[in-house]
Structures are given as C-alpha cells and as structure tokens.
C-alpha cells in the first residue's frame, strides 16, 4: 500500500503489528520532504490495510493486491 502526503511526516514509527511486513517512510530525492509512506502487510480487505495509516493525512492512498513472488 502507498499513502501519498505533504508536509509534516506522518506515521514514521511503524504499528506494532503481526500482519505487518515492511513499513517506510517516502522521501523525496534529498531526503529532506516527506512524501508518503509505504507499506506491506497481510489484511483481509483494502478498507483493513487502510486503517494502518493515520486518517486526513494523506491525499492518497493506493492498495494493491500482492503476494510473496510478486502481483498475483
């Protein structure tokens, strides 16, 4: 999943999670903007995976469908 933002980093220590595989922050070329957050994790629907990101501070968020070895 991406969650794409601007501004003040949000959500840059990860939640502690069983589900969850990998979790970083996005940065811009330079490292000094935040630019969103990505993250993969087990859930049962796109609504679930959502829900690790904090609500209204992202203008997006994308979900897609993955599993071990790549998009199924």
Known sequence: MLGLGSGEAADLV????DELIAYKPLLSDDGAAW???AVLLRA???EA???VLT???YTGTE???W???GRR
């Open 14 to 17: 990860p939640p502690d999670r």
């Open 49 to 51: 995976a959502r829900d």
């Open 35 to 37: 630019l969103g957050t």
């Open 55 to 57: 609500a209204g501070r």
């Open 63 to 65: 979900v897609h469908d």
């Open 67 to 69: 599993a071990f070895g």
């Open 44 to 46: 049962p629907d796109p």
